[in-house]
């Protein structure tokens, strides 16, 4: 009893929510959409303030009697990322393609055959243990054979062309650099979400600050969708589940 009356007052809930927004979608019929107002974001109740990872304090003060700074490693300022929390560009120009086909073939056959013409004389007595007349030289006569044959072909064809600004995270003994950015889109309750991350050489690092993914060791790539498209595009939760647990 106690747990219908619980789903009862989840079911009622998420009914006064859907309801609460289909009035007011139903209020805003023949209205052009309203603009946001300018306001200071980090007055809002929702707002979180951004915690990201940032290196260590340097000391930046010039040396007695020198223009050279501390964290300076060239004369010239050099503006590509070098440090945790600087931000690199990630240019990302994936054209793949890709063609496979296999095929194979297996047949196999076999044959057995044993006769008895003669054990003593005995033989002519075998009809008396089975019960049908027994010729002695045709006891057993097995044959037995199996066909398989299968194909497959695989045709992938991909391209992705996007460029995503990524941050610093970490700097490894060794140097190298762990990256990661994402980023999020919202159009039309439709969100495109692009994340990447992974492990890069200061050297492959371009004077513009930029890197191809190519470039990029461990390289996580994830370039997707979340909304009311990519759901539709889904099959629906009870077909997945039938086709998980059926068997045939």
Not at 122 to 150: C, K, M, Q, W
């Amino acid at each position: 009893m106690n747990k219908i009356l619980k789903y009862g007052v989840i079911l009622l809930a998420s009914s006064t929510l859907a309801a609460c927004g289909a009035s007011e979608r139903i209020s805003n019929i023949g209205k052009a959409p309203e603009m946001t107002k300018i306001s200071n974001p980090t007055t809002q109740r929702e707002y979180q303030p951004v915690s990201l990872p940032m290196p260590s304090p340097k000391n930046t003060m010039p040396q007695k009697n020198s223009l050279w700074a501390a964290d300076r490693t060239t004369f010239f300022k050099d503006q590509r990322a070098s440090d945790i929390g600087d931000i690199i560009t990630v240019v990302i120009e994936i054209d793949d393609e890709a063609e496979l086909e296999n095929e194979t073939s297996r047949s196999r056959s076999s044959n057995e055959e044993a006769a008895l013409p003669s054990a003593l004389g005995y033989e002519d007595a075998l009809d008396r243990v089975l019960p049908e007349a027994v010729d002695p030289t045709s006891l057993i006569d097995f044959g037995a054979g199996s066909n398989h044959s299968g194909e497959g072909s695989v045709e992938r064809e991909e391209e992705v062309s996007v460029q995503l600004a990524a941050i610093v995270t970490q700097i490894l003994p060794n140097g190298n650099m762990v990256i990661h950015g994402s980023q999020e889109v919202l159009v039309n309750f439709e969100k495109r979400i692009l994340q990447i991350d992974g492990v890069i050489r200061p050297e492959d690092i371009s004077v513009r600050n930029t890197i191809s993914y190519e470039q990029i060791a461990e390289a996580r790539i994830v370039y997707g969708g979340e909304g009311q498209i990519t759901d539709v595009q889904q099959p629906r939760y009870g077909q997945q589940l039938y086709d998980v647990i059926f068997p045939f």
